[in-house]
């Protein structure tokens, strides 16, 4: 059929207009590509810098649980300022400005690269721990993480100028994904793969990267002209005042406390298992994740009684501490209650986010909200508590906070009257829930002797048993640190893992060759291995926690009643003997790997090589690595093998009469002659290398590896 000549000129016109309009559109896939790999690359290295450097920072820090909530505190902190700064940007600067202000600081942040520490910061053990931390991170990674933190709100008010009826609180989605994505794949593929000196390299050129995408949409930010929303698109989807922004205060400030209490009481009191930490903070990105992405993944019907049944279920566990619940039920319910927690804090708080005229503000709430919960937990919470209390303090608070919002949404189309029932009802059921919490904090500890807190941890000191058998026993959580008899006669009997059967004590017996003897002790806890001290011999302590050094000298009679010269020095045992001269020991005890927070720096080949350089000729290593989640043995075995010796497992089992527990020592001899050997006594076992184990330094380890 022959076309018409004005089907053929219509047709002509149209097709320009038709790849115009294509090609506009290819610009604006090209241009959401770039905003959205831009915020994902950002979330990935802003949750792949937090290991990095906390495994940079873990060995100048005796490796305690207590360096990840102040380098939590810390990102947090930073995090609050990065969104301060975009709000600044956005709301106060010109367009031009902002972007090319952005655009000056990427470029400066470069010369922060490659990540390393500050050794003129190295502690000395005098020194505020969680200040000094806070100093060293500030300097060492400050300026990128700050730089990476404000990319989330600050792309999106970009993004938001260009496409007034886009979405842009999915890009916020989309940046918790990729946080979660790095938080997951650390320990599993980053890791057990890459050195540490790797790790930092890749991190710095993915950050190179990252300036590039970031530089380019801020120079296009500085250009684009802003596109003013339809008539009828600005509309907010409700008011923004004083109310909003404590709201949303409040409810970003109730998951970060329930994150980080929550973390330290499955670490400390329920399973101390290594990497157990990465499941909270896993659950909490993943709630940001699942709210802010759609609205239909929050339904109140469904997480509201979840809630509850977490709270109570929760509650449970915290009053009865019931021992027929295994722990890894009890890990599972903690877990899922603390996600129905984050679940409807989260979906509550993305209800009430406004529309993007706001974005910046709403942000600058939910950091801040963030940054209260981490300070109260990190920085607040050890220096005014004695125990562990800030889990309960948070359950209270979210419960009043939950209840309250989701009542509020409906109170308006009530009676006066029923209102006020309404409003009471809630305020009875917190006060009860707090109530009983509090009631079963005091239950815990209505035996307690003493109870304090540091930097370092949560102590515990209580008198059990009757009569010859009374035992004075302290406590880290649930890691037992000492015990000692009460009655004058057997108050110098080593106990709990330091018998004379335990690999320890045949260390310390068949290295008495000669008169006196030199021992080191990494690890002081009650001092019970003070007990095998004679007259003239020395025993040297290394302890970084000053709280447990004077609970060891006042409440236990260890230290005081040794014959032994007994010095302690305060501070990590590995910095210690790094600062003096070689020491000459008999026997070298490390004793650091019974909790969840294994310090591994002190398993590291320039470990060993440091030991050995302070033993004797014929001197023994003696390493406790009695763990119920951990498996140190190949870790040791390898160790051995790079230094050409041979190490021994001994095993030995506990004893009610003489206050012994089931315990698991390697020995490591410096010298391998028969006669050496010999005198660690019968029945010693080869411990034997493992295939996937490889020998750990200080820029490579791998718990994962090692875990039961």
């Known amino acids: 059929m022959d076309k018409t000549p004005r089907q053929v000129a219509s047709w002509g016109e149209s097709t320009p207009r038709a790849r115009e309009v294509q090609q506009a559109a290819r610009r604006t896939a090209l241009v959401l590509w770039l905003y959205a790999c831009t915020i994902f690359l950002s979330a990935f290295l802003l949750f792949q810098v937090q290991p990095i450097i906390g495994k940079m920072v873990l060995p100048w820090f005796g490796g305690v649980a207590s360096v990840w909530t102040v380098c939590l505190l810390f990102f947090q902190s930073l995090l609050l300022l990065g969104y301060l700064y975009s709000h ?39 020194e505020d721990p969680a200040l000094l931390l806070l100093a060293l991170l500030a300097l060492s990674t400050g300026l990128p993480y700050f730089l990476l933190s404000t990319t989330g709100p600050l792309l999106q008010a970009w993004f938001a100028r260009e496409h007034p009826h886009a979405v842009p609180y999915r890009l916020f989605a989309l940046s918790n994904f990729g946080s979660l994505i790095a938080l997951l ?15 930092s390299v890749t991190w710095s050129g993915l950050y190179g990267i990252f300036v590039l995408l970031c530089g380019s949409l801020a120079y296009r930010a500085s250009r684009v002209a802003v596109v003013s929303p339809a008539a009828g698109q600005g509309e907010s989807r409700a008011s923004v005042g004083r109310s909003s922004f404590l709201l949303w205060l409040i409810l970003a400030t109730c998951p970060s406390v329930l994150l980080m209490a929550m973390t330290s009481h499955l670490t400390q009191n329920v399973a101390p298992v290594p990497l157990l930490w990465v499941a909270p903070l896993s659950l909490y990105l993943l709630s940001l994740i699942l709210c802010f992405e759609r609205d ?16 109570a279920a929760t509650c449970y566990l915290l009053i009865n501490d019931d ?35 706001h974005l910046t503000t709403f942000y600058l709430m939910v ?12 920085i607040v919470a050890p220096r005014w508590f004695n125990g562990d209390y800030e889990l309960a303090i948070g359950l209270v608070l979210t419960t009043g906070t939950v209840l309250a919002v989701v009542f509020g949404n409906f109170a308006g189309r009530l009676s006066p009257v029923l209102r006020q029932l309404g409003w009471l009802a809630l305020g009875v059921v917190t006060f009860t829930v707090g109530a009983v919490l509090a009631d079963s904090t005091v239950e815990a500890v209505r035996d307690a002797r003493l109870l304090a807190r540091n930097f370092y941890g949560t102590l515990k000191l209580a008198d059990r048993g009757t009569r010859d058998e009374r035992q004075r026993k302290l406590w880290n959580g649930t890691v037992i640190h000492g015990t000692q008899f009460l009655t004058p006669e057997r108050s110098l009997w080593p106990t709990t893992y330091y018998g004379e059967r335990a690999g320890v004590g045949r260390a310390i017996v068949g290295s008495r060759t000669r008169s006196p003897q030199r021992v080191g002790l990494i690890g002081l806890g009650a001092g019970t291995l003070a007990a095998y001290g004679r007259p003239g011999d020395r025993y040297r302590f290394y302890e970084i926690n000053p709280l447990c050094v004077e609970i060891a000298r006042r409440e236990f009679t260890y230290l005081r009643d040794s014959q032994a010269e007994i010095d302690v020095a305060l501070g990590d045992g590995r910095l210690s003997l790094e600062r003096e001269p070689p020491q000459e020991f008999d026997v070298l005890v490390v004793d650091a790997f019974t909790g969840d927070s294994i310090p591994v720096h002190l398993l590291t080949a320039e470990a060993f090589a440091l030991y050995l350089h302070h033993l004797k000729r014929d001197g023994v290593l003696a390493f406790h690595i009695t763990n119920m989640f951990l498996d140190l043995r190949p870790v040791l075995a390898q160790a051995a093998q790079h230094f050409a010796k041979e190490g021994y497992v001994v095993y030995s089992d506990g004893d009610d009469d003489s206050g012994t527990d089931w315990a698991v020592w390697v020995l490591i001899t410096a010298d391998e002659t028969q006669v050496a050997v010999e005198k660690l006594g019968q029945s010693l076992q080869k411990i034997q290398t493992r295939e996937g184990v490889n020998l750990w330094r200080d820029d490579y380890s791998s718990l994962l590896s090692v875990l039961r």
């Open 185 to 199: 794949s650390y320990p599993v593929a980053i890791e057990p793969a890459l050195k540490l000196r790797t790790q």
């Open 323 to 357: 021992q027929n619940v295994g722990v890894r039920i009890r890990t599972v319910i903690h877990l899922a209650s603390l996600f129905a927690c984050f679940m409807v804090c989260h979906g509550e708080l993305a209800r009430r986010r406004p529309e993007p005229e």
């Open 88 to 126: 600044w940007i956005i709301r106060v600067l010109p367009r031009r400005v902002g972007g090319l202000t952005h655009m000056a600081l990427l470029s400066v942040s470069l010369t922060a690269l490659p990540l390393t520490l500050k050794d003129a910061l190295k502690p000395t053990g005098t």
């Open 367 to 378: 950091a801040s909200g963030g940054a209260v919960g981490g300070f109260f937990a990190g």
């Open 296 to 311: 239909r993944w929050y339904r109140r019907a469904w997480y509201l009684p979840l809630f509850l049944i977490g709270l």
